[in-house]
Structures are given as structure tokens and as C-alpha cells.
């Protein structure tokens, strides 16, 4: 008799907690268990709908942090230290940063550079000695190597 009780009481929660989650006015069991029918596939469809939508972010997100390179440029006696670090291989940005470099006029005295697993440019440069060139300062520098990395990871994304 007791197990009954239990059993009855167990289902009447049960019930209860259907018809919270389903927002069913239904009294009668069969009325709720129809409302929980029709309510189960609208969830299911709003769970595919919010997994697309936190795919499409995640892969939003992992595009915009993985493609753009670190970059830290140092002025030291002799010219500047370049260091551009990115954790993916960066397939022609060495070529759009030596073109930057050439901009600027700067002579590269110095480089070595890793392109398998990742992207690893450490460079020194120095200012080529002509009459016509003014002073050159590391935020300079830091700024046309930052929108050559800018024009490299444009080109990228077309291609």
C-alpha cells in the first residue's frame, strides 16, 4: 500500500513538473502529455537553431584571433628589433613585411624567421643612410608593419 502511495505521489510530481516546463493549463493527464508532444519539437528546433548560431560565432571568433599575427617592434642603438608572432603559418606575410620594410627604407642587418607550424619573425633593421630620410621612431615602424600584416590577411581571405 505504501509503495502505491509513493508511486502515485511520484507521478502526480511528475506531472506537476511537465506541465511547469510545457507552461500547460492542463488539468487532466492526458491533455498535459498531448501539450508535452507539441512542445518537445519547437525545443528541438530552437536547440538546432542556437547550435548553428554558437557554431557560426565560435567559428567567427577562432577566424579573427587566429589570423592576426603579434607584432612588437623595439628601437634599440643600431635600428629596430621587429618580432611578428602568430600561432599558425602565415603563407606570404614574410613577403608583404619585407615590403614594408623596404617603405620604410630600412636595411635588414639581421632576421631569422620559422614558417612551418607557425609564423616566428625576429628582425633587426636600420635606417638606410640617405640625405632625404628624417628620423624614424619605433611607432613608425610598428604602424606600416601593422597594415602590411592588415593587407596580407585581407589578400588571405580572398584567396
Known amino acids: 500500500m505504501v509503495s502505491r502511495v509513493h508511486k502515485r505521489t511520484a507521478i502526480y510530481r511528475n506531472l506537476q513538473l511537465l506541465r511547469s516546463i510545457t507552461y500547460s493549463h492542463s488539468r487532466r493527464k492526458a491533455s498535459m502529455l498531448l501539450d508535452s508532444s507539441e512542445y518537445i519539437p519547437d525545443i528541438k528546433q530552437k536547440l538546432l537553431e542556437l547550435n548553428q548560431l554558437a557554431l557560426t560565432a565560435a567559428r567567427k571568433n577562432i577566424e579573427d584571433y587566429d589570423q592576426m599575427p603579434k607584432l612588437k617592434v623595439e628601437r634599440q642603438e643600431e635600428g629596430f628589433v621587429i618580432k611578428v608572432l602568430s600561432e599558425r603559418s602565415c603563407q606570404g606575410l614574410l613577403v608583404f613585411i619585407l615590403e614594408a620594410f623596404e617603405e620604410l627604407g630600412l636595411d635588414v642587418l639581421q632576421a631569422r624567421v620559422s614558417c612551418a607550424d607557425n609564423f616566428c619573425l625576429e628582425a ?34 580572398i584567396q
Do not use: F, M
Open 124 to 157: 633587426v633593421g636600420n635606417k638606410e643612410r640617405n640625405e632625404d630620410t628624417g628620423c624614424l621612431d619605433a611607432q613608425v615602424v610598428e604602424q606600416v608593419v601593422s597594415q602590411a600584416i592588415q593587407n596580407w590577411k585581407e589578400v588571405s581571405r
